[in-house]
């Protein structure tokens, strides 16, 4: 069942108790909260869409119950809220790449780094400190070679890789403030909606 009011940009506005998916045409556009949801999603309901729920919606639009569609009107309220909509993608996009593990060149091998290799070694290296710490223990590296190293050398490495972890996300902050930029400079609702986080420069 459906429920249907304006929406502040002139478009209309459904609310519907079921999930569904459809093939997206141009024909009549509205905005869509699906059960369980808590944002309004668009919705472009079409005369031959085979889901129920896509079903329901054309018919109610179509029938004139809920008053004349008006026609789609862009306003710089429905810019805005898709820019946001966006920039939030971008920080969900920082998040993941700042939690993904990778490997960085030190002392002539490859080492594996990240937040969790992070939180492997820092114990490690804090213990080395005690006076009863041995004087040399073995560390894996990104080909599981099991390499022999001083305390002194297992500082090193973990100084190493905290540095490669910094410049990592020093470099994933830089690539979001470019997205944003480029997406602070986008003025049309299609090309903001089609802005894809994370690909090309």
Sequence with gaps: MCWFSRSIHGAVRAKCNHHT???????????????GE???APYTA????TAPTGQR????LQSGKWGEIAQFTVT???????KDAKKMEIEVWRTEQEAQPFTFEWNGRSWNAGPSSLARIYPVVMASKSD???DVMTWGDADNQQVK???????????AMAQA???RNDEIYRRQRQMKDVLDGLNNLADIRAFQTGESE
């Excluded at 998916?21 to 059960?35: D, I, K, N, P, Y």
């Excluded at 919606?57 to 109610?60: K, L, N, P, Q, S």
């Design 21 to 35: 998916r459809s093939v997206w045409l141009c024909v009549s556009v509205c905005e869509v909260l699906f059960e």
């Design 38 to 40: 808590t944002e309004f």
């Design 46 to 49: 079409m005369q031959d869409d």
């Design 57 to 60: 919606i054309w018919e109610e």
């Design 76 to 82: 710089p309220e429905l810019i805005a809220a898709a």
């Design 132 to 134: 009863t710490a041995r």
């Design 149 to 159: 190293m001083s305390m002194p050398e297992l500082e090193e490495l973990a100084t």
């Design 165 to 167: 972890q910094v410049n």
